[in-house]
């Protein structure tokens, strides 16, 4: 089956950037998918990538594609102590249309 | 806007006791799904649906039964809860097209002593 697969845990200092990684088995992966989960709450999509893409960049947010390696990666730049949350890598599992996720990353910002 | 919402927040149970949790959305959504999340495991299938009146199994639906009577209600059930399913659930739904983004409920957290 699919398998997703992340980082526990990374701790930064405010101001510093934040490099999350990802990796993933489903090759047919059409979207890739960055989902934020903050304490007590749901989960809410951070941002997304097409599969045909190796970069997209959205405010402080870059998403980095290697297909042929199958790594994801989500760099916030200048990590402020709002974004410590769980950072979770998904794709899309295309039979049933669900997401996969993978064990989520929990970003910490230390002041 | 209510977007999806999930009844109840917390949930104590006795082993061997069954409950329903209630998960609806206003967005008119195709696609309805359970979810499990335990620490260091991220969030798990349970089971899903591609439309009202169908139900389907996920990575882990051992345990958990599901109904769709209506478009807007997904409903998750234990019959017997066991220590095992003590985890947070939430509920999502989603258009289900290729791209698509799945909006979640708050979570029900279920505690089972």
């Known amino acids: 089956g699919e398998d997703v697969e992340q980082s526990l845990f990374l701790s930064v200092r405010e101001g510093d950037s934040s490099v999350i990684n990802c990796t993933y088995t489903?090759?047919?992966?059409?979207?890739l998918y960055w989902y934020k989960q903050e304490p007590g709450a749901g989960l809410q999509l951070l941002t997304y990538?097409?599969?045909?893409?190796d970069m997209k960049q959205d405010q402080r947010l870059t998403v980095l594609l290697n297909k042929k390696d199958k790594h994801l990666s989500l760099r916030i730049a200048d990590t402020q102590t709002g974004d410590s949350a769980i950072y979770f890598c998904?794709?899309?599992?295309?039979?049933?249309?669900?997401?996969?996720f993978g064990s989520g990353t929990r970003l910490q910002v230390q002041p | 806007n209510a977007g999806v919402t999930q009844t109840p927040k917390f949930r104590v149970l006795k082993t061997g006791q069954s409950m329903t949790l209630l998960c609806a959305q206003d967005m008119n959504h195709e696609y309805m799904y359970w979810y499990r999340q335990d620490p260091g495991m991220g969030l798990r299938l349970i089971h899903y649906s591609v439309g009202e009146g169908t139900t389907a199994k996920g990575e882990v639906p051992d345990g958990y039964n599901v109904s769709r009577l209506k478009k807007q209600n997904f409903l998750l059930g234990l019959e017997s809860a066991a220590p095992s399913q003590t985890s947070v659930y939430f509920c999502a739904s989603s258009y289900g097209g290729q791209y698509t983004e799945a909006f979640f409920g708050q979570g029900t957290r279920l505690t089972v002593v």
């Open positions: 998904a794709d899309m599992d295309t039979g049933r249309r669900a997401l996969t």
């Open positions: 990538i097409f599969s045909n893409m």
């Open positions: 489903d090759s047919s992966s059409t979207y």
